[in-house]
């Protein structure tokens, strides 16, 4: 391998950059773009959209992107799915018919699977949880849920290494590539106005010189729309089967940030060292952050736990 060669390994294992269809994209060093969304443009190429998304573990987990449903310790079959598959149909619909009457809000499929698993309506969905802010992932790398609620992390291993390893908390960069965001013509484009480009998926507006057009959701990510997600900067991503199976190929890069006080002091240099903040107040790894849950955890409005409620009837009636 070359020197080039390397120096690109190097930039892929520190999720600086991924290579895909014979090019090498680098990501932005310092990252401006709304919800880490961007758009890289290749001459005679199609444009590839990206999402960049952070995971945060308290542990090294044997699995990184597996959906809840997938998990090994949940022993998947084809049976668990297809059963799972008929109880999110039902889950799902009644939730939609609810976010539109308290929210004026019609859900996507991905959507409405997104609240689903946010909540744990109906347990382990086919999800698994992205948050744009890096703080979100180190907030949960250094917080653990037991006994009913998140607790702060204490790094106990001063002396053996390998102990270490496994109990060192990591943050793990994830670059996803943007699938099935086609423009949409003809008569749609009528509802836009001339010069502005609507990106439905990302809720915003942007000037353009381009004829108006409008985007359909992607299939593989969502945003998910319920106050959980909004404070923890959260999206979906779906695709991802059991031994971390990449369905649809959208998972560009994975890298692992590794930290741990004694052994793995600068695993979390490059993502901004082990300080991080999340509603304004700043916290140390040592810290005791895990009061922030109330506010990444809000209480759910009465009409949404009478949903849930709903949903969970609905389904042992039909069990």
Known sequence: MSVDGLDALRLVLRGEAFPFCGHFFALPKSNEFVMNSFEYHVPNMDKLGVFVGYRGHSERFPEVLTPGLFRANKQPSKE???????RSRIASNLLK?????????PLTDLEASGILQHHY????TDMVDLSFDVNI???FSLNRFADGAYQRKFFRETTDPKKAAAETSCIYTVVVRSIGSIPLGGEAAKFLTPGVTLKWWEGLE?????PPKAEVP????????SEYPRRQKGFGLRGIYPSEIDKFGSVLAVAEHPFHPIFFKSGWDRIGGPEFTIDGQRFAFDDDSSSMAAFLFPERPAWFETAAAEAKRALELVA
């Open 206 to 210: 942007s000037l353009s010189s381009e």
């Open 137 to 139: 992932a180190k907030w």
């Open 121 to 124: 309506v109906i347990g382990s």
């Open 80 to 86: 668990k799915h297809f059963d799972w598959m008929r």
């Open 218 to 225: 992607p299939y593989n990510l969502a945003p998910l729309w």
């Open 97 to 105: 018919q609810r976010f539109l009457e308290h929210e004026n809000k």
